[in-house]
């Protein structure tokens, strides 16, 4: 919203906007833009607008939500004003699925730069190697982060069909959502639609990699182009090595065309993201030397495995994961970083699918890949009803019967000062979470680097090194 906000402003519109609350970084952002916010939510705050663009997480009995209706004041969705002020007239790429959606946008970006194609971005994240995460641009190609949440109170439709993709790439679906969908199958209808959207000389980009994606594929009416490392896939990936800086592997593209790739990024899930993005350029149309040279110039986004500190014996790692699949992923991609250290993971259950009991087993199991856990104290937990709520005792009980090392404590302070205790000399620290998790982060730099002083703004980079 903030950055669509300021674009609009930079196009000549006159633009204001209303939170509850505004922080730095993105209070700072829209000072800068020249964007004027304003908080508390109040009626008094629509005296002048001619549109008023609503957020998905504002509902009925919000005053500035009552008043826009009481005056007839045309409002839309952010979806909606996206597509008509932004891509309208572009060839929307987007990037769908439950998980890597912002690293695959973003990748996919860098390779339509590289190849002169790129007609803007936008994603939920921050590139290591941009300012922001969204830009407007002169080519034909706009590459887009396709969430299935819904769009306002007003249209409960998901914000990617507003997108009219003339692509969609789409990684692995699973439930998610918890608080919108009852069921898998629920999302699936969701991504029917989408699939349904793509005209006859689009393209999908789909992971073969998933066998609950092979419907979609067949019921596709345009070309489908699988990618993944299986036998199925026409874009087809190879892990050669690790490397001091990244991973090697080799890519054998659509046209028949291998070519040898390295990326700064390393894991199994980053390599199947940059090869849907390898399979979607080279269907736009870039060149096999663009798409090589938009991997390797590609550096990820924050808080993806984001390496926070290390003084050559502790290293500590922030992640986004959110879902037990994501949770694997990132611990079996520190393995493989760091074959011979032990794993200290602190997962905090914070999205509305991770506070229930959903996914309690595969959580557990997801964790059991660590060698110490700490879970962190559920978000909102007065809003979930107590039998619906995830029984993170249970869970830990489970983990240390297996023999595990689990902190027996759940605010940051006490996971802060466990982690630092428990460590061995030589080990990983992973911290999972979609949000702040109270700041542990900077707690646990504190503790390790014995400096109390650190701001914000010295762990917002890519690595602060004690070495």
């Not at 916010?37 to 957020?55: E, H, K, Q």
């Not at 793509?198 to 998933?210: H, K, Y």
């Amino acid at each position: 919203m903030a950055q669509v906000a300021a674009w609009m402003k930079n196009n000549g519109r006159e633009v204001s906007g209303s939170d509850q609350g505004i922080y730095p970084p993105m209070s700072d952002f829209l000072q800068s833009q020249g964007v004027e916010v304003r908080t508390p939510y109040d009626a008094a705050n629509l005296t002048s607008a001619d549109t008023v663009v609503i957020g998905n997480a504002l509902s009925r009995g919000n005053p500035e939500v009552e008043a826009a209706l009481e005056k007839r004041i045309p409002f839309v969705s952010l979806p909606e004003l996206i597509h008509d002020e932004i891509i309208a007239g572009k060839l929307p790429a987007v990037v769908a699925g439950t998980h890597g959606k912002t690293t695959t946008t973003a990748a996919l970006a860098s390779i339509f730069k590289r190849a002169g194609l790129c007609g803007g971005y936008m994603m939920g994240g921050l590139p290591i190697d941009w300012d922001q995460g969204f830009a407007v641009e002169s080519g034909s190609w706009f590459a887009i982060e396709g969430d299935e949440y819904d769009s306002a109170f007003f249209d409960k439709r998901p914000k990617f069909l507003h997108y009219r993709p003339q692509l969609v790439l789409l990684n692995a679906i699973e439930f998610d959502h918890a608080d919108i969908y009852t069921s898998l199958d629920d999302i699936f209808i969701q991504f029917r639609r989408l699939i349904k959207l793509i005209p006859r000389n689009g393209c999908l980009v789909a992971s073969a990699d998933d066998p609950a994606l092979r419907p979609l594929m067949e019921e596709a009416p345009c070309p489908v182009v699988p990618f993944g490392r299986g036998t199925t896939a026409k874009v087809k990936s190879e892990f050669i090595e690790l490397t001091p800086t990244g991973t090697k592997f080799r890519l054998r593209l659509a046209s028949g065309r291998e070519i040898e790739c390295e990326t700064p990024l390393w894991g199994d899930h980053q390599l199947s993201n940059l090869t849907g993005a390898a399979a979607a350029a080279e269907f736009a149309g870039a060149t096999s030397e663009d798409i090589a040279a938009g991997i390797a110039s590609f550096h990820g986004i924050r808080r993806r495995l984001e390496l926070k500190f290390e003084d050559g014996r502790r290293w500590v790692y922030d992640d986004f994961a959110h879902h037990p699949t994501a949770v694997k992923a990132a611990i079996l991609a520190l393995r493989k970083r760091h074959p011979n250290l032990p794993i200290f993971a602190a997962f905090e259950p914070r999205s509305n699918t991770m506070v229930r009991r959903r996914f309690q087993a595969e959580l557990t199991e997801a964790l059991l890949l660590a060698d110490g856990i700490a879970i962190g104290e559920i978000h909102r937990i007065e809003m979930i009803p107590k039998e619906d709520r995830l029984d993170a005792a249970d869970i830990m009980g489970r983990l240390s019967a297996a023999g595990k090392e689990v902190c027996e404590e759940y605010d940051a302070d006490s996971i802060a000062r466990w982690l630092t205790e428990k460590l061995p000399p030589e080990a990983v620290i992973l911290t999972m979470s979609n949000g702040a998790f109270s700041g542990l982060v900077k707690r646990l730099i504190e503790r390790l680097s014995g400096n109390k002083d650190i701001e914000d703004a010295d762990i917002s980079g890519i690595t602060l090194s004690q070495s």
